[in-house]
């Protein structure tokens, strides 16, 4: 008797959901829920990663559940797509469980019994939403997925910012899924609402492109792409770290889901300025998300935008994606799909890392403000080195797993000129230039974030008696920087898997469009192309920096004194004399002004006790959101006049329409 | 010519490795002493560099109170990021083993590990002027980062690869066709070099002032062997942006694959080359003022500009 | 000849009887919640019967019980059922506040039972000069628990409910009366003639001219009732001033009742005049309610009233499917009719004691019901995200069904839709989150809120949305079948 | 049946009875006193229930005589009886302003009729009895008396239009259908007789607690 992968996903949902109900039996437990429902959680979400690891090889394979409704029960499907983000959320939640075992503290937002609800409550529902094989079960585990997250920004809800963040939240998740069902709707034609169904419709390019463009809207509501993506850095702060973590690296990748089971799977043929528009929404997504995490001086804010600037990116390689497949450029969508779907796995390990790395900050020291933080490496050194790997993975800087896809995603650029249509030729140099700067620029900000958070002196007292992480969250830290590590010195082994992927969707994969590849060296095309081999370039670093650390000991003996800091000699040094955030962000503010919305308030020469403030606002808050507010706002006041409270008005209404009714009808 | 593995090449390899963290002071010597005649100085001779490093490395390593094991390993690791980029960057010969495992955007990466991991260092410590540099070394690296990666772009667009290698074989066995992207691209390519390598109009090597120094002030902290590293590496950083220019856009005399001959001839070609490129740098620092730090990001800014425009023209002209 | 109608019509008028001398007492609560109790086992007696051996006449055809209303029979005695439970502690606490006297009491608890009587014997009849008489004595009863507090604002309510009500429901009559004068052609004068199933016989001979004006009359009668803009206008002041308990079961039932009305006499203009006619006039009242009423919602201070808006944008909802017909867009809308009253009653009782607790009915001035009781604040947010139509919960399931046949049926209709969902969803949302979450002074509760009702309703709602169960769904496809 | 009445004369007598009670309706749009609007309520009720009588006479329909006693007990004396008790015990005797100035209001009512009427035309041909042509004139009166609740400011007044609009609906059954069924009669006159019992009430709860009648005083429940 063998279990199918389905199945085995399904029951392992379904076990997340028992931890769910069991936890919020036994809502005050802590012991009891730390350390052994979120344990257990853990392990369901590795299971679930094994699972998807298999299913991702195998054929695809549909059930249906008797629920749902009568004409439309729940249908689910599990393929390459979706093993291959439900190997994403299986390992990030394992790593991310474990963590939470030791992050749950006595007294900190709701019960631990409701946390523990609706935290596997979520887990569940994002399982679920890359299982659904209908639009309903898609609908319902979708909205589920948002309301369970809600419940866990709002977990400390007697903070009034923290009442509107989640409302943000809810309010633009719910908006983006209406656009999603209007997407279903069109796309259902007249068949019935499962997707076995909806790929049999051939529709007319015109709703086509609309389809495409509602599941741009829905998804990229959820994903946070600008201008949708307001909720995202009021949000990710909001939430305790290990849901922050969780809706950073896989919630945001289930809309990626949907964006790709739309437009690849669902819609059959795609039309190239569908790419050329994500593309150039995904470019304006990652360079404001960067633009703005650099002067960010929160830094769960900081890391939050800096997800925005990575949806962006996987958004371009999607846009890219979907421009080749338009000129059945097969190979160079799979290409560019390759990297996107890397990155996505990427993304969803050193940011969930840093996120967790935040959490424990704020745990040892309270503070979440860049401006009060530093020093930190002396005092938690784990957390510290630990950190040191994602940042150095989120500025994409070899060997790191985030290189490999920005390396990937550059060389998609590369091929362009391939295209047929010369405009687009000339646009994509550009845009190339664009993913650079914002590569470079992401460098920049995680020097600002490491730097300010764990390097230099402490800004405050307090942080002298800050305490390294627990076991617990060392083990969830280590298993998500060991996942960096390997994500970026073995490429081809996990392009191997991502094959799997874009095979079905395209036709053809990396692999079968390069000819075989070597197990050593990343070459997407050709060798004589282009090549990288993270495992060497890994050997001759450490090989080159070993010896000329052991020359420098085998020939010279100089010794090591300490001494105070030497600062060209200024004497009195304190700590209030570092960088603080904002001043490390100047810069960037500089350069791009426009950008932002900024007041800033300077002290006068003469004030006694001189305050300087800054605010940074975003202009599409003011440009986007607001109008629509004021516009809601005159159409109620406008509805309001009919109610005026003068009986006989109202039995005027009830003849007017009578008469009117009996003129209709004559 | 992935996998396959001769000895030839590796001694190549070898050679070239040696020979990059050799001459790298000596051109940096070089130059310095070019830049002093320009200006009517004796100068301190070409060697001048290699006795600073051996005076360093003999001295003690003073280590401020509150430095992180980070600081003190900084160094060996910019140092082995700068040998690494050496060892991809084709001098000599064509014919690099361990070339294949990065290709031009690697290298990129490679350099922008190493500013990461030296600014890291620089506000390791807590220091007003470490941040500072770190600050302007990180704005500078966001700017020239990205223009020099539209540089190596253009040059293979035109190769229609990123492999350096296989750049500098197509570069250099064409026939003499004007490529007017490449003209932009090295204007580009020439102003983003200045500026990594902290040099005049945007960082001044030979300054402490406050105002003006990025480099300098990054490494204000260090001494003895690691500021010995640190400038051994700066020195090769330089020979490295020398030998890509060189490579891109003077490509002739490079040996094609592995025939010694080859490169027998191609190490005067090299020395040659540098020769002249290290008097033209002092020439336009001479020439040339240090510009306010504010007018960095117009400068480099502009090379970011030529650099897009050069890829356009090559798509606009050249397909 | 069958017991079960018998009960399920007698219990609760001789309740009322009952209760009229003996409401006063202490245990009148305890004696209202059992003849509650007793009516809908009744119900689900009579149920079964039906579901087992399909429709059934009684009383020489006077009464008729199909799957359609014997659904809505059966709704109607659950809910009124669980509300009785919820008014008991919930009046009390009243009385001890000191709204209530002993003699009113014992107004409450006859014309609560007199009030299902009405509802039911709407739901039983199959005469609809009957039906007619049942809905005007509803709101005669509903008129006096409205005013029950006896404030300037519940009479002024009161007041504009009679009137406005009293008015419309007379337009329905003479529409029955021309229903009556086209029928007799057809069967001659006498009883028959008005008897539905008779009506729904011959429904193809019907004479179109007199039918569509008979039409017109009808829907503006009972189209007030059923609180369609702009004929809603009595609703949110009843809802807000009658106390809360009224106002879950005129939410949760009395409108459903009238749109039940309505519904029978849409099928024999569709009969007459071919579908269509009926139907558009219909979808166009419905999905100017939905409108409307999504923008009331943003306004709103009082939370009753916020609620009651709600109620008109689900009336039109629901208006709506049945305007579209056909067999999902019906069951959709049968569905949304069970949700609807499940959830918005369950709201309503939170409602009532989250106002109790809070002192008030001014939204500004309720927060933190999470901290100072907390089955009352989950519940309300709970409800308040079913309502909005969140799944799981079976409001969605409906409007899923309701707005994916709006995008076959009538594209045009569903951005409208979808606008005003959203616009109602950012409105309640917004009062709704501050009120439970955050802080409070608040003191709890002298007396343990009811709040099983509450919680039995939510997990209903949310079976729903998750699991119809297949007799069920049989049951509404039936019904949706005789709506045609 | 007695021979001497042609189906054309029993027509005309209808229609004069009809003819009275639309005049009779005009006139409580155009009565500003309250006590005569109450005499001419109670005379509206008596036309009809000559009507009703005429019609039950003429056509042998025998509950068409109950329903004319009905009508005689409820609406000429039992109301009537009761609307003069609540004006002496509120004492509300003053004149009645209304909404909207009295010609424009006949203006209305005038247009009213006309609609009335040639919406009636169709359906009343149809129609099978002898009295179909007043259904239009049925029609108008339900109107009119809408109209008449539109423009009164009174709590009184109102009423007495509500009340009229029942008789209009009384008259439209007999005139289209010879009446409505008995249950269907006594259901709607119990409810009418309950009705004007709660209004009853209510009028001494409205004005004790607003020390008055005026309507406009309801206008509190609103949205701002």
């Keep these: 008797m063998s279990v199918t992968p389905l199945a085995a996903a399904l029951a392992l949902a379904a076990a997340w959901l028992a931890i769910a109900a069991i936890g919020v039996c036994a809502p005050h437990a802590l012991r009891f829920v730390a350390k052994l429902l979120y344990p257990l959680g853990a392990l369901v979400g590795l299971a679930l990663a094994v699972t998807a690891f298999v299913a991702i090889s195998q054929p695809p394979d549909e059930t249906v559940l008797p629920l749902g409704l009568p004409d439309l029960p729940f249908h689910f499907r599990i393929d390459a797509l979706s093993a291959f983000f439900l190997l994403i959320l299986g390992s990030v939640a394992a790593g991310v469980s474990v963590f939470a075992a030791g992050y749950l503290r006595p007294g900190e937002g709701a019960q631990p019994g409701v946390q523990c609800l609706w935290y596997h409550l979520f887990l569940a529902s994002m399982a679920l939403v890359l299982l659904a094989n209908d639009a309903y079960a898609f609908m319902v585990t979708w909205e589920t997925m948002a309301v369970s997250s809600f419940f866990l920004v709002t977990s400390d809800h007697r903070i009034p910012e923290i009442q509107r963040a989640g409302y943000l939240y809810l309010l633009i998740a719910h908006v983006g899924a209406i656009a999603i069902l209007m997407c279903f709707g069109v796309l259902h034609g007249f068949g019935d609402?499962?997707?076995?169904?909806?790929?049999?419709?051939?529709?007319?390019?015109?709703?086509?492109?609309?389809?495409?463009?509602?599941?741009?809207?829905?998804?990229?509501?959820?994903?946070?792409?600008?201008?949708?993506?307001?909720?995202?850095?009021?949000?990710?702060?909001?939430?305790?770290?290990?849901?922050?973590?969780?809706?950073?690296?896989v919630m945001l990748k289930t809309a990626i889901y949907g964006m790709l089971r739309v437009t690849f799977d669902l819609l059959h043929t795609q039309i190239w300025w569908w790419g050329v528009l994500a593309l150039a929404i995904g470019l304006m997504t990652a360079l404001f998300g960067v633009v703005f995490s650099a002067v960010q001086s929160d830094m769960k804010r900081l890391l939050a935008w800096s997800s925005i600037e990575n949806i962006g990116f996987i958004v371009v390689g999607f846009g890219l994606g979907v421009t080749f497949a338009a000129y059945k450029m097969h190979g160079l969508a799979a290409l560019a799909l390759t990297a996107m779907l890397y990155h996505c796995l990427n993304h969803a390990y050193f940011k969930s890392l840093l996120f967790l790395a935040t959490g424990a900050v704020l745990h040892a020291t309270r503070e979440r403000g860049l401006g009060k933080l530093g020093g930190l490496i002396h005092r938690m050194p784990w957390v510290a080195w630990l950190a040191l790997v994602g940042a150095l993975a989120t500025a994409g800087l070899?060997?790191?797993?985030?290189?490999?896809?920005?390396?990937?995603?550059?060389?998609?650029?590369?091929?362009?000129?391939?295209?047929?249509?010369?405009?687009?030729?000339?646009?994509?140099?550009?845009?190339?230039?664009?993913?650079?700067?914002?590569?470079?620029?992401?460098?920049?900000?995680?020097?600002?974030?490491?730097?300010?958070?764990?390097?230099?002196?402490?800004?405050?007292?307090?942080?002298?008696?800050?305490?390294?992480?627990?076991?617990?969250?060392?083990?969830?830290?280590?298993?998500?920087?060991?996942?960096?590590?390997?994500?970026?010195?073995?490429?081809?082994q996990v392009i191997t898997l991502i094959d799997f992927v874009t095979g079905p969707m395209l036709g053809t994969n990396l692999s079968k469009a390069t000819g075989a590849t070597h197990w050593l060296f990343l070459a997407p095309i050709n060798a004589e192309r282009a090549s990288y081999s993270p495992l060497l370039v890994i050997v001759g670093l450490a090989v080159l920096t070993g010896l000329a650390w052991l020359a420098v000991r085998r020939f010279y003996h100089g010794r090591v004194r300490r001494a105070p800091p030497w600062d060209c000699g200024f004497p009195l040094l304190n700590a209030r004399m570092q960088d603080t955030a904002e001043g490390f962000g100047q810069p960037v503010r500089v350069v791009f002004e426009p950008f932002f919305r900024m007041q800033r308030e300077l002290p006068s020469p003469f004030d006694a006790a001189p305050r300087y403030r800054l605010t940074i606002e975003d202009h599409l808050w003011y440009w986007c959101y607001l109008p629509v507010a004021r516009v809601v706002d005159r159409l109620t006041a406008l509805v309001t006049l009919l109610q005026r409270g003068r009986i006989s008005v109202y039995l005027l209404y009830s003849f007017a329409t009578l008469l009117v009714l009996l003129f209709l009808v004559r | 010519m992935l996998s396959e593995f001769s000895w030839a090449g590796a001694s190549a390899q070898l050679t070239e490795i040696l020979l990059a963290v050799l001459l790298a002071p000596l051109l940096l010597g070089w130059v310095n002493q070019c830049r002093a005649w320009l200006q009517n100085r004796s100068g301190p001779g070409v060697l001048r560099p290699y006795l600073t490093l051996r005076k360093l490395m003999a001295k003690d390593a003073v280590v401020a109170h509150g430095a992180s094991p980070l600081f003190r390993t900084a160094p060996y690791i910019v140092f082995g990021c700068m040998v690494l980029a050496a060892a991809i960057v084709p001098t000599l010969g064509t014919d690099l083993p361990y070339a294949p495992a990065a290709d031009a955007i690697a290298l990129v990466g490679i350099l922008a590990l190493a500013r990461v991991f030296i600014s890291l260092a620089a506000m390791d410590i807590g220091t007003a002027f470490g941040t500072l540099g770190a600050r302007r070394e990180m704005m500078i690296g966001f700017l020239a980062e990205p223009?020099?990666?539209?540089?190596?772009?253009?040059?293979?667009?035109?190769?229609?690869?990123?492999?350096?290698?296989?750049?500098?074989?197509?570069?250099?066995?064409?026939?003499?066709?004007?490529?007017?992207?490449?003209?932009?691209?090295?204007?580009?390519?020439?102003?983003?070099?200045?500026?990594?390598?902290?040099?005049?109009?945007?960082?001044?090597?030979?300054?402490?002032?406050?105002?003006?120094?990025?480099?300098?002030?990054?490494?204000?902290?260090?001494?003895?062997?690691?500021?010995?590293?640190?400038?051994?590496?700066?020195?090769?950083?330089?020979?490295?942006?020398?030998?890509?220019?060189?490579?891109?856009?003077?490509?002739?005399?490079?040996?094609?694959?592995?025939?010694?001959?080859?490169?027998?001839?191609?190490?005067?070609?090299?020395?040659?080359?540098?020769?002249?490129?290290?008097?033209?740098?002092?020439?336009?620092?001479?020439?040339?003022?240090?510009?306010?730090?504010?007018?960095?990001?117009?400068?480099?800014?502009?090379?970011?500009?030529?650099?897009?425009?050069?890829?356009?023209?090559?798509?606009?002209?050249?397909? | 000849m069958s017991w079960e109608i018998l009960a399920v019509l007698g219990i609760p008028l001789a309740g009322g009887a009952l209760l009229a001398l003996v409401g006063h007492q202490r245990r009148a609560a305890e004696l209202n919640v059992a003849l509650s109790i007793a009516t809908f086992v009744a119900a689900a007696a009579l149920t079964t019967r039906v579901v087992r051996h399909g429709p059934l006449f009684a009383f020489s055809e006077q009464f008729f019980v199909d799957s359609l209303n014997v659904f809505l029979v059966a709704l109607t005695a659950f809910v009124s059922m669980t509300t009785s439970m919820f008014s008991r502690p919930y009046m009390r606490i009243e009385q001890e506040h000191g709204k209530l006297t002993g003699a009113r009491l014992r107004l409450y608890h006859s014309m609560?039972?007199?009030?299902?009587?009405?509802?039911?014997?709407?739901?039983?009849?199959?005469?609809?000069?009957?039906?007619?008489?049942?809905?005007?004595?509803?709101?005669?009863?509903?008129?006096?628990?409205?005013?029950?507090?006896?404030?300037?604002?519940?009479?002024?309510?009161?007041?504009?409910?009679?009137?406005?009500?009293?008015?419309?429901?007379?337009?329905?009559?003479?529409?029955?009366?021309?229903?009556?004068?086209?029928?007799?052609?057809?069967?001659?004068?006498?009883?028959?003639?008005?008897?539905?199933?008779?009506?729904?016989?011959?429904?193809?001979?019907?004479?179109?001219?007199?039918?569509?004006?008979?039409?017109?009359?009808?829907?503006?009668?009972?189209?007030?009732?059923?609180?369609?803009?702009?004929?809603?206008?009595?609703?949110?002041?009843?809802?807000?001033?009658?106390?809360?308990?009224?106002?879950?079961?005129?939410?949760?039932?009395?409108?459903?009742?009238?749109?039940?009305?309505?519904?029978?006499?849409?099928?024999?203009?569709?009969?007459?005049?071919?579908?269509?006619?009926?139907?558009?006039?219909l979808m166009g009242f419905g999905l100017l309610s939905v409108v409307v009423a999504a923008f009331f919602l943003s306004r709103q201070r009082d939370i009753k009233r916020m609620f009651a808006y709600s109620s008109v944008e689900h009336m039109g909802l629901i208006t709506f499917a049945f305007g579209m017909g056909g067999p999902i867009a019906n069951f959709a809308g049968l569905l949304h009719m069970t949700v609807h009253s499940l959830t918005k009653s369950a709201i309503f009782f939170t409602v009532g004691h989250a106002a109790q607790t809070a002192g008030t009915q001014v939204m500004d001035d309720i927060r933190g019901l999470a901290r100072v009781s907390p089955t009352i604040g989950w519940g309300l947010m709970l409800g308040t995200l079913a309502i909005l139509g969140l799944p799981p919960f079976g409001v969605f399931a409906s409007e899923f069904l309701i707005l994916t046949s709006a995008m076959r049926q009538q594209p045009w209709a569903t951005p409208l839709l979808l606008i005003s969902l959203g616009v109602a969803f950012a409105a309640v949302f917004r009062k709704v989150q501050p009120m439970v979450f955050g802080d409070t002074t608040a003191k709890p509760l002298p007396h343990r809120p009811a709040l099983i009702p509450v919680f039995l309703h939510l997990a209903l709602a949310l079976l729903l949305g998750l699991y119809i169960p297949p007799y069920l769904a049989a049951w509404y496809r039936e019904a949706a079948r005789l709506i045609g | 049946m007695s021979q001497f009445l042609t189906p054309a004369l029993t027509g005309q007598i209808i229609n004069l009875l009809a003819a009275a009670l639309l005049l009779l309706s005009f006139a409580m749009l155009a009565q500003r006193r309250i006590l005569s609007l109450i005499n001419l309520f109670a005379a509206q009720g008596f036309v009809l229930t000559l009507s009703t009588a005429f019609v039950a006479?003429?056509?042998?329909?025998?509950?068409?005589?109950?329903?004319?006693?009905?009508?005689?007990?409820?609406?000429?004396?039992?109301?009537?009886?009761?609307?003069?008790?609540l004006i002496q015990r509120l004492n509300v005797k003053w004149d009645v302003e209304t909404l909207l100035n009295i010609p424009t209001t006949m203006l209305f009512g005038l247009l009213l009729v006309i609609l009335a009427f040639n919406l009636a035309q169709p359906v009343s041909a149809l129609a099978g009895t002898i009295t179909k042509g007043t259904l239009g004139i049925a029609l108008a009166i339900v109107l009119l008396s809408f109209l008449m609740m539109i423009t009164r400011s009174k709590a009184v007044p109102q009423v007495i239009g509500f009340l009229a609009m029942e008789n209009s609906l009384f008259f439209a059954a007999t005139a289209a259908t010879y009446g409505m069924p008995m249950v269907v009669e006594l259901g709607i006159a119990l409810d009418v007789l309950v009705g004007v019992i709660i209004l009853g009430v209510f009028f001494f709860q409205i004005r004790e607690r607003f020390d008055s009648l005026d309507i406009r005083h309801l206008e509190k429940l609103k949205e701002e």
């Design chain 1, 193 to 249: 609402y499962t997707f076995a169904s909806i790929r049999q419709v051939e529709l007319t390019p015109f709703w086509a492109t609309v389809a495409y463009l509602l599941a741009l809207f829905g998804f990229g509501a959820k994903a946070g792409i600008v201008p949708l993506h307001v909720w995202l850095p009021e949000a990710h702060p909001a939430a305790p770290s290990p849901v922050s973590a969780l809706m950073s690296a």
């Design chain 1, 398 to 492: 070899p060997p790191l797993n985030g290189f490999v896809s920005e390396w990937l995603l550059l060389q998609a650029f590369l091929f362009t000129p391939s295209l047929p249509d010369s405009y687009l030729n000339m646009l994509v140099p550009v845009a190339a230039a664009a993913i650079a700067l914002a590569a470079a620029l992401s460098a920049y900000v995680m020097v600002k974030f490491y730097g300010v958070v764990f390097l230099g002196q402490p800004r405050e007292e307090k942080l002298a008696h800050a305490h390294d992480a627990g076991l617990w969250e060392r083990a969830g830290l280590v298993w998500l920087a060991a996942g960096c590590v390997l994500l970026g010195v073995l490429p081809v």
């Design chain 2, 147 to 319: 223009a020099l990666l539209i540089v190596l772009f253009t040059a293979s667009l035109i190769s229609q690869s990123t492999s350096l290698a296989t750049t500098v074989e197509t570069l250099s066995q064409r026939e003499l066709a004007i490529y007017p992207s490449l003209a932009f691209a090295g204007v580009a390519f020439t102003m983003v070099s200045l500026a990594e390598n902290a040099r005049i109009p945007i960082d001044n090597p030979a300054t402490h002032l406050e105002l003006t120094m990025i480099h300098e002030a990054m490494v204000l902290e260090y001494s003895g062997r690691h500021l010995a590293l640190i400038e051994w590496a700066a020195s090769l950083k330089l020979f490295v942006y020398s030998c890509i220019g060189i490579a891109l856009f003077f490509p002739f005399g490079i040996a094609q694959g592995g025939d010694a001959a080859g490169l027998l001839l191609a190490l005067p070609a090299l020395a040659f080359k540098l020769a002249i490129g290290g008097f033209l740098l002092a020439l336009i620092e001479t020439v040339s003022a240090k510009m306010r730090i504010f007018r960095a990001p117009e400068f480099l800014g502009t090379a970011f500009m030529l650099a897009v425009l050069a890829l356009l023209i090559h798509a606009l002209l050249e397909t």
């Design chain 3, 112 to 281: 609560y039972q007199l009030f299902i009587f009405t509802m039911l014997l709407v739901l039983l009849t199959n005469n609809l000069g009957l039906l007619w008489v049942a809905l005007e004595a509803a709101t005669l009863t509903t008129v006096l628990l409205v005013s029950l507090y006896r404030t300037p604002a519940s009479l002024e309510a009161a007041w504009k409910y009679f009137i406005l009500c009293g008015v419309g429901i007379a337009q329905a009559l003479f529409g029955t009366i021309l229903l009556y004068m086209a029928s007799q052609k057809l069967l001659g004068t006498g009883v028959e003639a008005l008897l539905w199933t008779h009506l729904f016989g011959v429904r193809s001979q019907l004479e179109p001219t007199i039918l569509s004006i008979a039409f017109v009359f009808l829907l503006v009668g009972y189209g007030t009732k059923v609180g369609l803009v702009p004929l809603h206008n009595w609703l949110p002041d009843a809802h807000a001033e009658g106390p809360t308990p009224v106002s879950a079961v005129l939410s949760g039932l009395l409108l459903n009742v009238a749109l039940y009305a309505l519904v029978r006499c849409k099928v024999l203009a569709d009969g007459a005049l071919g579908p269509g006619f009926a139907g558009q006039l």
């Design chain 4, 57 to 85: 006479w003429a056509t042998g329909q025998t509950h068409l005589w109950w329903s004319a006693g009905l009508t005689l007990a409820l609406k000429v004396l039992l109301l009537p009886w009761i609307l003069h008790r």
